[in-house]
T-cell receptor, first 115, second 114 residues
Framework: AQKVTQAQTEISVVEKEDVTLDCVYE???????LFWYKQPPSGELVFLIR??????QNEISGRYSWNFQKSTSSFNFTITASQVVDSAVYFC????????????FGTGTSLTVIP | DARVTQTPRHKVTEMGQEVTMRCQPI?????VFWYRQTMMQGLELLAY????????DSGMPKDRFSAEMPDATLATLKIQPSEPRDSAVYFC????????????FGPGTRLTVL
């Protein structure tokens, strides 16, 4: 069965600090996809990144970086030099090729960046 | 900039009334999803469609909820009769392909049932 665990419910950091959001997943499939979404206070879910199970390269996009490790079934998200605009709830999600695009979402991590 | 649109954005209604929420997926997307978000349950998948055909609605209370895609540009989620426990934000998302592709979410409909 597929499952996504985001153990950190809430995190608070001071502006300019680095912060890592953890995501651990479970699946029996060898082909699967991992995603991160951001939900700012406005409420809309914004797509951040997609990763497939065959590509373990880390990715960096500006202040955002993602670390995918199949050995530990983790897909962690790091924000470098956090800013107040990063305050949001962040969701990790899993999809596999057998479920027709169906996503399994984690419970989300609420990040507050304090100015 | 293509976006998923949802109407209405906010809806306040009284218990027992019918509620219809509408979604326009991104043009060219062939999968549509309905989610419900509450503080207690988080994001729950209610139903999803591929090429307008319902693939899974097991997350939806069948006695009062129904989801349809009358055409490729419109998806609807109906609650009849509504109950206070249905109060939540309902999101529509669209995507394409058979699996592994990102979903793009609409702004949501905030439903309050009094």
């Amino acid at each position: 069965a597929q499952k996504v665990t985001q153990a950190q419910t809430e995190i608070s950091v001071v502006e300019k600090e680095d912060v890592t959001l953890d995501c651990v997943y479970e699946t029996r499939d060898t082909t699967y996809y991992l995603f991160w979404y951001k939900q700012p206070p406005s409420g809309e879910l914004v797509f951040l990144i997609r990763r497939n199970s065959f590509d373990e390269q880390n990715e960096i996009s500006g202040r955002y970086s993602w670390n995918f490790q199949k050995s530990t079934s983790s897909f962690n998200f790091t924000i470098t030099a956090s800013q107040v605009v990063d305050s949001a709830v962040y969701f990790c999600a899993l999809s596999d090729s057998n479920t027709g695009n169906q996503f399994y979402f984690g419970t989300g991590t609420s990040l507050t960046v304090i100015p | 900039d293509a976006r998923v649109t949802q109407t209405p954005r906010h809806k306040v209604t009284e218990m027992g009334q019918e509620v219809t929420m509408r979604c326009q997926p991104i043009l060219g997307h062939n999968t549509v999803f309905w989610y419900r978000q509450t503080m207690m349950q988080g994001l729950e998948l209610l139903a999803y469609f591929r090429n307008r055909a319902p693939l899974d609605d097991s997350g939806m209370p069948k006695d009062r909820f129904s989801a349809e895609m009358p055409d490729a540009t419109l998806a609807t989620l109906k609650i009849q009769p509504s109950e206070p426990r249905d109060s939540a934000v309902y999101f529509c998302a669209s995507g394409y392909g058979r699996g592994g592709h990102e979903q793009f979410f609409g702004p949501g409909t905030r439903l309050t049932v009094l």
